[in-house]
């Protein structure tokens, strides 16, 4: 599946000789990525200290020490919509196979219409009829457990793809929210620690029965919702794309979240989509004003002043029409950069892993990292070579006299090896962002 570095960089090269002029210039200013470059280094790694002991807890100098992070503290997701729906079994196996590759965060499907699709047709557990890009919600937790995976759950409450016969009148429905909250969390809330309470609400159609102006039913949901989870759950409100863009002073979502927290609201995580369903919605952003990368590096800026996770929940970048894949692959690696470096950001997911896999009328834009035989497009490649090369750490060194080393790496859960003489033991280490602490490493005499 990887990709060697000179053949990543031909694929970037032709991509940019294939982009605007403006999109260029922007993302190759060295001032930008000397920026980039800057907050990976002082938001996603840190360092910490490893005392290596004896057995009688002596200090072990000149011990070798080999340390290998083997998984993230960062987020990096997709959603799992077609998790088991896919044949043959050879797909499949491709499809979860690429999936844990790249991903320690998935976004399982709790769309009304897909949960409850016929009035007390509850599908929360296997068996259940199955509908295409709506497992149901138990089939993740093996699989999460299996591989070491963070789930979401995406969402509690949006105006669309609700059943038929949901009532149109407000308080029934609010009734019937309560039921479907209550429900959930006495299944979920001590497995899924991250929610999408509200979704788009500032698109809000207006014909949605508690739809009003001032979208008051988000400051409800999350009242509602609150006491039912864990307080250490995130739960989020997730809004649409172009709230990427407009500065702080004038951005109707960062006011709307502003209003919230002061009215109480238990915002926990704010979301920003990242969907451009047409390779010709792309073109026209790479060539606009929006596709500036210091202003969104500001209003990411801005929104973590709030002192809240920040994260990038659904992503689209087209890889149809002339070199597609090419220009696909160096957008993925820009923007992945540059969100990996906001200080606040704490996740990013693209939505689709493959071609075809997408709702009606989003597959023409062939907006998979794979495509659909689940084959590794040069997207896919660029993250990889991102996520599993230059954002992990691997070092080498000894102790000193006292029996210390420092390590400095991208935060992630750790295999340390130590060395001295004929002792040698490895050992497992969590290294967390905000979290200096000294790992005392024992080597005993029968660790050889």
Known sequence: MLLGTMATTLILLNAWAAAPESWRKQWDDPSLNARVEQNIERFRKGDCVLEVVDAAGEPVGGAR????????????????????????????????????????????????????????????AEPARDIWRR???DRFLPFAAKHGITLKGHPLLWHAYNPAWLPQDANALRDLYRKRFREISSRYADKIPIWDVVNESLVCTTNYPLYTPERAYVGWAFKEVAPLFPAQTTLMINEVTPFNFPPAGNNRYLAQIKQLLAQGATVRGIGFQYHFMRRE???????????????LLDLYEEAGRFGLPLYITEITFPSAGPGGEEVQAAVVRDHYRLWFSAPMMAGITWWNLGDGTA??????????????QLQPKAAYRALDQLVNHTWKTQAEFQTDVRGTARLRGFYGKYEVEVTSGAAARKFQLNHRRGEAKAHRLVLAPHDQ
């Open 281 to 295: 919605a792309l073109d026209k952003y790479l060539a606009g004003k929006d596709c500036n990368p210091q202003r």
């Open 65 to 124: 020490i080999k340390a290998r992070q083997v998984s993230h503290e960062f987020l990096f997701g997709c959603n799992g919509f077609v998790l088991g729906q896919l044949k043959p079994e050879d797909l499949e196996e491709r499809y979860e196979s690429g999936f844990v590759r790249l991903f320690n965060f998935l976004t399982v499907p709790f769309y009304w219409e897909g949960i409850e699709p016929a009035r007390g047709e509850l599908r929360y």
């Open 359 to 372: 709702v009606k009328g989003e597959n023409e834009a062939m907006g998979g990292l794979m495509d659909a």
């Open 135 to 137: 497992p149901p919600p």
